[in-house]
């Protein structure tokens, strides 16, 4: 049986999970809700980054991602965002839904798969 190794765990969730050559990141939020949805999304973007990097992989093996938006009504910044850090050639599969996120401050959160 494979290993499951778990980051950041405390009684509710772990931020990150690797199981069998796979990663799998808990909804990443924003630390900053007093800026617009781009620099929100940037800002989880980077979080992923520093995620996928502990766990010794990178957003070129990212397999899918789903987006949760406020509101729709942000669908094109989180997109300049999304679009300036997608690597050429490397886009995962997407999904993004309109949701009501637990922070109302909160315009998009962000749960990601990748592989190692």
């Known amino acids: 049986m494979a290993e499951i190794k778990r980051f950041d765990t405390d009684h509710r969730l772990s931020e990150m999970v690797v199981h069998n050559g796979t990663v799998y990141l808990a909804g990443q939020v924003p630390e900053d809700t007093t800026v617009d949805a781009k620099a929100q999304t940037a800002s989880v973007l980077k979080q992923v980054d520093e995620l996928l990097a502990r766990a010794g992989t990178d957003k070129t093996k990212v397999l899918s991602a ?51």
Do not use: C, S, Y
């Open 66 to 116: 789903q987006v949760f938006l406020r509101d729709l009504v942000d669908f094109p910044l989180m997109n300049e965002a999304w679009d300036a850090w997608v690597p050429a050639g490397h886009a995962p599969t997407r999904a993004t839904v309109e949701a009501r996120l637990a922070n109302p401050g909160w315009k998009v959160e962000i749960v990601i798969v990748a592989a190692l």
